[in-house]
């Protein structure tokens, strides 16, 4: 069974940066895609990032595009969201997801496409 515990959320001024991990306990973690998705307090849980399971293809929201990258490291078994430039419309409990195998070029996006998810962490962007 999946289990995945996201970490690194905090508080952080305008233009700052946090790196977020997401640890991922369960056997062959290199072949699982990671997505990464945020939820506002009374918005829908939005799309962020993605990386296939090979680590060859990621895709972002626009809102996050040149600012956000997600990557994986099998030895570790952790997924990474590097934020950089970050904004106080940024700000939302951001969780991480894991689907087995998939596309080797394109992740997938849609919340339905994941199946194991994890509790989230807080990140407030403060202007």
């Known amino acids: 069974q999946v289990q995945l515990v996201e970490s690194g959320g905090g508080l952080v001024q305008t233009g700052g940066s946090l790196r977020l991990s997401c640890g991922f306990s369960?056997?062959?973690?290199?072949?699982?895609?990671v997505g990464w998705f945020r939820q506002a307090p009374g918005r829908d849980r939005e799309f962020v990032g993605a990386?296939?399971?090979?680590?060859?293809?990621?895709d972002y929201a626009d809102s996050v595009k040149d600012r956000f990258t997600v990557s994986k490291e099998n030895s570790k078994n952790t997924a990474y969201l590097q934020m950089n430039a970050l904004k106080p419309e940024d700000t939302a409990v951001y969780y991480c997801a894991a689907q087995k195998g998939g596309s080797y070029y394109s992740p997938p996006t849609r919340t339905y496409e994941f199946l194991s998810w994890g509790q989230g962490t807080q990140v407030t962007v403060s202007s």
């Open positions: 990386v296939t399971w090979s680590g060859h293809g990621t």
């Open positions: 369960g056997p062959s973690f290199n072949i699982y895609a």
